[in-house]
């Protein structure tokens, strides 16, 4: 029952890979300059997601 519970919140961290791009590409679309600094922040703000991520499991698997 637990793995079953915390198996979605454990697997959100895929998807920011591409969130990443698609956040730095807009930005990018809308000041060339400020679209830069975000692609230069892009594993800092992958590894804050992740840890995020991990977080939330966390939560979810004491609370469950």
């Given at each position: 029952y637990t793995?079953?519970?915390?198996f979605p919140y454990t697997?959100?961290?895929r998807s920011?890979?591409?969130?990443?791009?698609?956040i730095s590409g807009a930005v990018k679309?809308?000041?060339e300059k400020?679209?830069?600094v975000v692609a230069r922040f892009g594993l800092?703000?992958?590894f804050?997601?992740?840890l995020v991520?991990?977080?939330t499991s966390t939560v979810v698997g004491l609370i469950v």
């Amino acid at each position: 029952y637990t793995a079953e519970t915390l198996f979605p919140y454990t697997t959100l961290f895929r998807s920011n890979f591409s969130s990443i791009g698609i956040i730095s590409g807009a930005v990018k679309g809308l000041n060339e300059k400020q679209g830069n600094v975000v692609a230069r922040f892009g594993l800092k703000l992958l590894f804050g997601a992740t840890l995020v991520s991990i977080l939330t499991s966390t939560v979810v698997g004491l609370i469950v």
